[in-house]
């Protein structure tokens, strides 16, 4: 039996039950009753979520198109990558990357780079975010959703990642693309 097998049957927690306590059009909450690997019972409280994907999009000159959100839970305007929730679990991420960079800011592009995948809040939700670099950028019109409301503007990637590191930009999945996407690009 291979190592990490070992380590999953050592740690791994047993479903005993499950109840959906809250079901809305973003989140499902759930109450789970677990075994523990001592044996002893305990509760988990988690949010199942369809998943999400970000981007990256740069410019040929290095500038990156950001966005400028009101974020209702933090009552603050924050920096942002293009991003949204997938439709359903079955989308492809790549068609949904596609779909909101040419949403929410109007830019289609040439050459996309899978940069993976990261869970936002492993301890409370299974949330999954699929993060891709846009390359080769062409400019259109946006199609915002009707409950959509942002700003666009473009800054250089140097200066984005200065930020990411010196704490003005508080967004996780807007910190962990931006520095891998620099790492890529060599900035």
């Given at each position: 039996?291979?190592?990490?097998?070992?380590?999953?049957?050592q740690?791994?927690?047993?479903?005993?039950?499950?109840?959906?306590?809250?079901?809305?059009?973003?989140?499902?909450?759930?109450?789970?009753?677990?075994?523990?690997?001592?044996?002893?019972?305990?509760?988990?409280?988690?949010?199942?979520?369809?998943?999400?994907?970000?981007?990256?999009?740069?410019?040929?000159?290095?500038?990156?198109?950001?966005?400028?959100?009101?974020?209702?839970?933090?009552?603050?305007?924050?920096?942002?990558?293009?991003?949204?929730?997938?439709?359903?679990?079955?989308?492809?991420?790549?068609?949904?990357?596609k779909?909101?960079?040419?949403?929410?800011?109007?830019?289609?592009?040439?050459?996309?780079?899978d940069?993976?995948?990261?869970?936002?809040?492993?301890?409370?939700?299974?949330?999954?975010?699929?993060?891709?670099?846009?390359?080769?950028?062409?400019?259109?019109?946006?199609?915002?959703?009707?409950?959509?409301?942002?700003?666009?503007?473009?800054?250089?990637?140097?200066?984005?990642?200065?930020?990411?590191?010196?704490?003005?930009?508080?967004?996780?999945?807007?910190?962990?693309?931006?520095?891998?996407?620099?790492?890529?690009?060599?900035?």
């Amino acid at each position: 039996m291979e190592l990490r097998e070992k380590e999953y049957e050592q740690l791994a927690e047993k479903m005993k039950s499950s109840t959906e306590t809250y079901h809305g059009p973003l989140l499902h909450v759930y109450h789970d009753r677990v075994i523990l690997p001592n044996g002893h019972e305990s509760g988990r409280d988690y949010i199942k979520h369809l998943g999400a994907v970000c981007v990256v999009p740069v410019t040929e000159d290095g500038e990156v198109i950001i966005e400028r959100q009101y974020r209702y839970p933090l009552d603050m305007v924050i920096t942002e990558i293009p991003a949204g929730k997938l439709d359903s679990p079955e989308e492809d991420r790549l068609s949904a990357a596609k779909r909101e960079l040419e949403e929410e800011t109007g830019y289609t592009a040439g050459r996309w780079i899978d940069m993976g995948d990261f869970f936002p809040a492993v301890a409370y939700s299974t949330e999954r975010i699929s993060m891709y670099l846009a390359l080769d950028l062409k400019q259109g019109e946006r199609h915002l959703d009707a409950d959509e409301f942002l700003n666009i503007e473009k800054q250089p990637l140097e200066t984005l990642v200065n930020q990411v590191m010196n704490g003005e930009i508080v967004d996780i999945k807007t910190q962990a693309s931006i520095l891998k996407a620099a790492r890529i690009l060599g900035v």
